[in-house]
T-cell receptor, first 113, second 113 residues
Framework: AAGVIQSPRHLIKEKRETATLKCYPI?????VYWYQQGPGQDPQFLIS???????DKGSIPDRFSAQQFSDYHSELNMSSLELGDSALYFC????????????FGPGTRLLVL | AQSVTQLGSHVSVSEGALVLLRCNYS??????LFWYVQYPNQGLQLLLK????ATLVKGINGFEAEFKKSETSFHLTKPSAHMSDAAEYFC???????????WGAGTKLIIKP
């Protein structure tokens, strides 16, 4: 079965650079969630989208923005990167009708030097 | 507000022994409860979930968990540990009113030969 796809899988950036992470949900899933997992930490919810509209907002820094496109894929844009942004970024998707179950992608590991 | 507490950041068991990972939650609304597993350098995989109905839920890899409302618990068990079970296990809660997953801090399961 198709799973959530994230790209790139690994990313190395310098401080103050920008990064764009992409997420392709499971087919027919209309809701996307973004999480950040720091080293040794539990995942922290950043933001979610349902039907291309922001549905919930968590601890997403103002330097970050995200959107969901007409094909339901989502992009997380990160600007003015800081060392502390180094983390594993997960995308999850769900179908609104069964929104309680989120299926996670493999994550993008971002390293800021 | 919802929260999740996982007792023990590390749990060590011998191969073949019972695995018990503890999770307690707090929620003012009927919860949906999940266990996810994260293998080293990999994404989050759904192990099992409780939404409604039978309180004993079975998941993949021989794991099961029981929702006990009176104890606000959702402990994860497996009768006999395998070396391949070594991973980090996260308990999470959400609900119909808020699909944002709230995570426990994670428990690292160590299997001794």
């Amino acid at each position: 079965a198709a799973g959530v796809i994230q790209s790139p899988r690994h990313l190395i950036k310098e401080k103050r650079e920008t990064a764009t992470l992409k997420c392709y949900p499971i087919p027919r899933h209309d809701t996307v969630y973004w999480y950040q997992q720091g080293p040794g930490q539990d995942p922290q919810f950043l933001i979610s989208f349902y039907e291309k509209m922001q549905s919930d907002k968590g601890s997403i820094p103002d330097r970050f923005s995200a959107q969901q496109f007409s094909d339901y894929h989502s992009e997380l844009n990160m600007s003015s990167l800081e060392l502390g942004d180094s983390a594993l970024y997960f995308c999850a998707s769900s179908f609104r009708g069964r929104a309680e179950t989120q299926y996670f992608g493999p994550g993008t590991r971002l390293l800021v030097l | 507000a919802q929260s999740v507490t996982q007792l023990g950041s590390h749990v060590s068991v011998s191969e073949g022994a019972l695995v018990l990972l503890r999770c307690n939650y707090s929620s003012s609304v009927p919860p949906y409860l999940f266990w996810y597993v994260q293998y080293p350098n990999q994404g989050l995989q759904l192990l099992l979930k409780y939404t409604t109905g039978a309180t004993l839920v079975k998941g993949i890899n021989g794991f099961e968990a029981e929702f006990k409302k009176s104890e606000t618990s959702f402990h994860l068990t497996k009768p006999s540990a395998h070396m391949s079970d070594a991973a980090e296990y996260f308990c999470a809660v959400t609900s119909d009113s808020n699909y944002q997953l709230i995570w426990g801090a994670g428990t690292k399961l160590i299997i001794k030969p």
